[in-house]
């Protein structure tokens, strides 16, 4: 299997914008995805997700062309379906999800929105900056992950879905010492 | 003189352990002082074979990736002519880092201060203004080369290295144990591969935690790990590692786990992979135990185990390696790979990957209620106390005996829930902390 790949899942060549009033909507939904999470309603936030969600967040290796190709198109901190991203949440109702117990204090900092028309009508793609602070118990340090998101959101009948969401972290060597949160 | 106070503290606290370890009894500040540290610095990472990568992941000539020994950093390349080479990754003039990528395919690694050339055998090859600016003898390019690592020796596939030139040969070192990674590493002719490249991430833990952890601690998995049997990723009841063996053998050890009678030889694997073993190891299959979790001693530990998705799919098998890499008396860096056979299928390969990464590594399921307790346990033991408090590592010294029958090398155990393969782990470490290994 190939180490690396040049692509970042996500990206088209050119993006077109789309109108305000969607702009608004996608802008909203991401901020109201960063409350659920930040307030720990992870089943309001699995509402948000399409059936057949993508979400993943690949490894990045330091290379010496840098860019997209050091994102791996093999291995991933998070490979994750619905199905996954349910038992996750499942988990953390058990009462015996120590890493969560008690539970992480994060703030979901979402910035840098940028929406373009998707590949298909009802389809756009959303890009953010997502800064994610995060402490635990008492301790006096925090954890501070950053990211571009690259999400594909869908229009259904039931409003807006996440169909897919590509994590690009800004750090080779995750400095948190378990990914219990999602981003 | 601040060093020898340093030095002694340490010294002092190794008796202390040694002294309190004949009673089965460990002092909690070992997991986290700055002395006992340095010590290891010198004493373990200094003379211990230490995992550096997977030939896979540099199949082609020219393909390195960077890794680390502690504090020393080494290219592992395939050279030119298809050897592979482990470089201090410092330039032999005024030792910049020559490579600055964490993998990738050259042909020379070229300092970036004053233009030396190496070519990837490690041999100095350019001088930029050479003629101009040396003097006869000031310059002498056939002994500077990069400083390879003193020992570098592969096993299956897999390259360690040691900063000791006397250290015995890996073999030598890993001794019985090797018997036992027949069964991560034999399944297939084909043998394993890396799939993709390791996660990374840092845990404020000591990186004994993590050996120990591995090496010997079926019991942990009741209470730590019950949240993943509640939702069905672990196939339970929460006491799955009670039943299980453990055995130490060479320069590790490590813990399997009691299949139900009906699981059959080889856990259900196909006759051909049966085939591949000889009668001791089939035997061992036969008694229904599977190989599980295990350590090598420093800081490799590995673990065969299956995640299930749903209640309505089988579990799906995965195989990680990982590294406990010291880089503070209370942190450590985890590297952790996933394996595969690599003749499998694209798609099990896939499925394979996704089954890791639920269960281990930085976002894994179980992997994250381990770093919890060890992040805990070294933030306790950086306390002042934590040198009178003696933590327990007695289990099964009374009630269990090896086994007379068991089919392989080594002392066997007929339960997963003792400490007899810590014991061994930091019976190893005393050994090596003393200099008496």
């Known amino acids: 299997m190939s180490a690396a790949t040049d692509q970042r899942p996500t990206d088209r060549p050119t993006a077109v914008p789309v109108d305000e009033g969607t702009r608004r909507l996608v802008r909203d939904f991401l901020l109201l995805e960063a409350e659920l999470l930040d307030d720990r309603r992870f089943r309001d936030w699995l509402d948000l997700l399409a059936p057949d969600i993508n979400y993943r967040m690949p490894v990045r290796v330091t290379r010496t062309k840098g860019g997209s190709a050091e994102f791996s198109s093999d291995s991933y901190h998070f490979i994750e379906n619905r199905q996954r991203l349910g038992l996750r949440v499942e988990r953390l109702e058990t009462g015996a999800a120590w890493a969560e117990e008690p539970p992480s204090r994060t703030r979901h900092f979402v910035s840098n929105i940028r929406v373009s028309v998707g590949a298909s009508a009802g389809e756009v793609q959303a890009k953010s900056n997502l800064l994610l602070y995060r402490t635990r118990g008492n301790a006096p340090t925090h954890d501070l992950l950053s990211a571009e998101r690259h999400d594909l959101l869908r229009l259904g009948e039931d409003g807006w879905k996440l169909a897919r969401r590509t994590i690009l972290l800004d750090q080779a060597t995750v400095t948190t010492h378990n990914l219990s949160v999602f981003l | ?437």
């Open chain 2, 1 to 437: 003189m601040q060093q020898l106070a340093a030095e002694e503290a340490g010294e002092v606290l190794v008796a202390a352990a040694r002294a309190n370890f004949r009673d089965g009894l460990l002092p909690a500040k070992i997991f986290n002082d700055p002395a006992l540290h340095a010590m290891e610095l010198e004493r373990v990472f200094g003379r211990a074979w230490i995992f550096l990568a997977h030939e896979t992941e540099i199949p082609k000539p020219g393909d390195y990736v960077l890794r680390n020994i502690a504090e020393d950093e080494f290219i592992v390349v395939r050279d030119a002519g298809g050897t592979v080479r482990v470089l201090f990754n410092s330039c032999r003039h005024h030792g910049m880092k020559v490579c600055t990528a964490s993998m990738g395919n050259t042909a020379y690694f070229t300092c970036p201060y004053h233009g030396w050339a190496y070519k990837n055998t490690g041999e100095l090859s350019a001088v930029p203004h050479e003629k101009e600016i040396y003097g006869e003898g000031e310059l002498d390019r056939k002994t500077a080369g990069l400083l390879p690592a003193p020992r570098s020796e592969s096993f299956r596939g897999w390259i360690f290295a040691s900063l000791d030139q006397n250290a015995p040969s890996l073999l030598e070192y890993l001794g019985d144990f090797t018997w036992y990674l027949d069964f991560y590493t034999n399944k297939s002719p084909a043998g394993l591969e890396v799939i993709g490249v390791p996660q990374r991430w840092i845990v404020h833990a000591n990186w004994k935690l993590g050996s120990a952890n591995f090496i010997g601690d079926g019991y942990h998995t009741s209470t730590t790990h019950l949240s993943t049997v509640k939702i069905g990723v672990i196939v339970g009841p929460a006491h799955f590692l009670l039943d299980g063996a453990q055995v130490t053998a060479g320069a590790g050890g490590l813990g399997f786990r009691k299949m139900a009678a009906d699981a059959g030889a080889g856990r259900g694997y196909p006759e051909h992979i049966i085939a591949r073993f000889d009668a001791a190891h089939r035997e061992i299959w036969k008694r229904g135990y599977f190989p599980g979790h295990g350590t090598i001693f420093p800081n490799l530990s590995f673990l065969s185990a299956a995640s299930v998705e749903a209640r309505d799919k089988p579990p799906v098998p995965y195989f990680t390696l990982r590294v406990w890499q010291p880089i503070a008396p209370d942190a450590i860096e985890v590297w952790s790979w996933c394996l595969i056979e690599k003749d499998a299928s694209e798609p099990v390969k896939r499925a394979s990957y996704e089954s890791y990464v639920l269960s281990f590594g930085s976002s894994g399921l179980l992997e994250q209620d381990d770093t919890e307790n060890w992040t805990s346990i070294t933030s306790a033991a950086g306390s002042r106390l934590s040198r009178n408090q003696q933590l327990n590592y007695r289990m099964g010294t009374k009630l269990l005996k090896p086994m007379p029958d068991w089919p392989g090398p080594g002392e066997a155990y007929s339960m997963d829930y003792t400490e007899a393969n810590e014991r061994a782990f930091y019976d190893m470490w005393l050994r090596y902390m003393e200099r008496r290994s």
